[in-house]
């Protein structure tokens, strides 16, 4: 079974468009991320959401909103695309928010904007 | 401030050759260090991780890594390369959030 699935795994759009990537996670985490990874690798985190609330939003444009309906699943809605979202995306998920927990990653979302 | 750096960017080694990937952090208390590999295309897998304790901790697929306090390092080993561990590797440190280094790429020659 897959612990943290992520949907599509591959987005290729124009920019100033609107999409969203979804993750859910079958672990009964509490905690789950979202990571922006560049092109050369970097990995950085965006969001974190502890049961359903938001604990950690770094330095991220309002053009991304994280939206948690339960706490299996922890989407992420962009709007108005830029070129410089193209990345790939990773949702992850951890038991609470202590520091020496695991976290487990999806597969990552590879957003293309053209 | 606490960071992570991977001082190599990109590593060969020949199969069945032994490898060391460096990791330094800057962290004023205890780290929480991780260890995870990503293969091309894949997520990240967690290999090891160290909380405290023994300073040697082994992971998966035979690495292991060693918690040097004295140097801020937590480098990554193993004995003999296999060609299937060509791979991105990343050290992380956790104080609340993850901090990931920049990684390190694995090529393994035949």
């Known amino acids: 079974d897959t612990a943290v699935s992520q949907t599509p795994k591959y987005l290729v759009t124009q920019m100033g468009n609107d999409k969203s990537i979804k993750c859910e996670q079958n672990l009964g985490h509490d905690t789950m991320y979202w990571y922006k990874q560049d092109s050369k690798k970097f990995l950085k985190i965006m969001f974190s959401y502890n049961n359903k609330e938001l604990i950690i939003n770094e330095t991220v444009p309002n053009r991304f909103s994280p939206k948690s309906p339960d706490k299996a699943h922890l989407n992420l809605h962009i709007n108005s695309l830029e070129l410089g979202d193209s990345a790939v995306y990773f949702c992850a998920s951890s038991q609470g928010v202590t520091i020496n927990n695991e976290q487990f990653f999806g597969p990552g979302t590879r957003l293309t904007v053209l | 401030a606490q960071s992570v750096t991977q001082p190599d960017i990109h590593i060969t080694v020949s199969e069945g050759a032994s490898l060391e990937l460096r990791c330094n952090y800057s962290y004023g208390a205890t780290p929480y260090l991780f260890w995870y590999v990503q293969s091309p295309g894949q997520g990240l897998q967690l290999l090891l991780k160290?909380?405290?304790?023994?300073?040697l901790v082994q992971g998966i697929k035979g690495f292991e890594a060693e918690f040097k306090r004295s140097q801020s390092s937590f480098n990554l080993r193993k004995p003999s390369v296999h060609w299937s561990d060509a791979a991105e590797y990343f050290c992380a440190l956790n104080n609340n959030d993850m901090r990931f280094g920049a990684g390190t790429r694995l090529t393994v020659k035949p």
């Open positions: 160290y909380f405290s304790g023994d300073t």
